[in-house]
């Protein structure tokens, strides 16, 4: 299995931006978490790849957005409405678990990081 992030950047707060991640192999959920500095790592949304269920942080609930697309073999993560607080270093991750995975330990295999800063 190998994932490969890209996407973010320098955003102003406000704005959007998109994240995808070419996730090969045959896991069945792919999520996305985040860390900031001097924090832990957090859940920010994943996927379950078979039927397309997605589940969120409620910190990002009603502003991010996590798709697949399984031709594609790509997961992406629309981002509106972006805050000073989104800054993190982004990861992708992939699990064997269609429950619902959201914690670090979960997930099986994880992607590089990607930047994503939101200035004020």
């Known amino acids: 299995v190998q994932l490969q992030a890209s996407g973010g950047g320098l955003v102003q707060a406000g704005g959007s931006t998109r994240l995808s991640c070419a996730a090969s192999?045959?896991?069945?959920?792919v999520g996305w978490f985040r860390q900031a500095p001097g924090q832990e790592r957090e859940f920010v949304a994943a996927?379950?790849?078979?039927?397309?269920?997605?589940y969120y942080a409620d910190s990002v609930k009603g502003r991010f957005t996590i798709s697949s697309d399984n031709a594609k073999r790509t997961v992406s993560l629309q981002m509106n409405s972006l805050k000073p607080e989104d800054t993190a270093v982004y990861y992708c991750?992939?699990?064997?678990?269609?429950?619902?995975?959201?914690?670090?330990?979960?997930?099986?295999?994880w992607g590089q990081g990607t930047q994503v800063t939101v200035s004020s």
């Open positions: 996927i379950r790849r078979s039927d397309g269920f997605a």
């Open positions: 192999g045959g896991t069945i959920s």
């Open positions: 991750a992939a699990a064997y678990s269609g429950y619902y995975p959201k914690q670090s330990y979960e997930y099986a295999y």
